[in-house]
């Protein structure tokens, strides 16, 4: 199954570098990520790709491989060099060694616990110590230290994205408030959390809102937006945020790189054009973290 696995990444590494459609099972990833790199006069000088058999079975005369992949990509543009990471679960399917299907699993969804998005911005207690300065260096070394693995410290979501945006920002200095209603503010304790630490879209709605403790201003473009702040992203453009990131780097043009959960990357381009999730439907909110 190794050998197997091993050749279906030699066969990517070539898709990716090159514009013919020679295999007969062709790797859409790879057409898409260069088209959105054509589109900022980009390239990819390089790229790698490694991973490792998550479950392995036999169904007939078929082998059948759930893996895990991680792709390094080498991005050129205007003579700067940067590195993007992803990382992506496939089930890949062989019949008498030869590849006949090989597709990403897709995430299910948020959990029906966390369905609820109504936030409650209750009055702030006089006592209640919620003023700070947020310190965007630490929330970035954190997204960056923690985009491909878990912080135990933390509790872990089968959709982590917005738990991983919580923690970076947390990290940062901002403060919880609202315990113990789960409608109410920003926080996580005790294995409890408010709808706005883990479901994107209730950060959004909070975000959007909030008066106190952890604050942002809506912007109008990504160029505007500074290291340790925050993008939403509404796939399917129907009103229902479902994926945040986090601004990590700036590319050669000055437009956001993010680190992000769920499907693991790191300093990836920000308008997420290559995605699985991506329709010409999405739209995008932008927020800049107030600093105090």
Known sequence: MQELLQDLFEQRVNQFVSNKRSHKLFFPKAENKQAALAKRAAEMVKVKVSGKIIEESTEDDFQVIKYQ????????????????????????????????????????????????????DQTVEEDERLSYQYDRLKAVQYAERWWNSYNPAYKKFEVDCTNFISQCLH??????????????????????????????????????????????????????????????????????????????????????LVNAH???????????????????????????????
């Not at 089930?91 to 897709?106: R, S």
């Not at 942002?216 to 399917?236: H, M, R, T």
């Not at 991506?278 to 739209?283: E, L």
Request: glycine fraction near 8%; charged fraction near 25%; include cysteine.
């Open 69 to 120: 992949a991680h792709y390094q990509y080498l991005i050129k543009q205007k003579g700067i060099l940067y590195m993007e990471e992803e990382m992506e679960a496939r089930l890949a399917k062989f019949y008498k060694g030869a590849l006949v299907m090989d597709e990403e699993i897709q995430c299910l969804g948020e959990q029906d616990l966390l369905h609820e998005t109504t936030i409650v």
């Open 171 to 256: 990290t940062g200095g901002a403060p919880m408030r609202g315990y113990p209603n789960r409608g109410s503010g920003w926080w996580l304790q005790k294995n409890n959390w408010s709808y706005s630490w883990a479901v994107a879209h209730s950060l959004r709605l909070y975000l959007s809102n909030s008066k106190s403790g952890l604050r942002a201003k809506e912007l109008n473009s990504p160029e505007q937006l500074l290291l340790g702040d925050v993008i939403c992203y509404d796939f399917e453009g129907d009103g229902r945020f479902n994926h945040n990131t986090i601004v990590t780097g700036k590319d050669a043009n000055g437009m956001p």
């Open 262 to 292: 769920t499907y693991n990357s790191r300093m990836r381009y920000w308008a997420y054009e290559d995605s699985s999730a991506y329709t010409p439907r999405i739209k995008y909110k932008f927020y800049s973290i107030i600093e105090s």
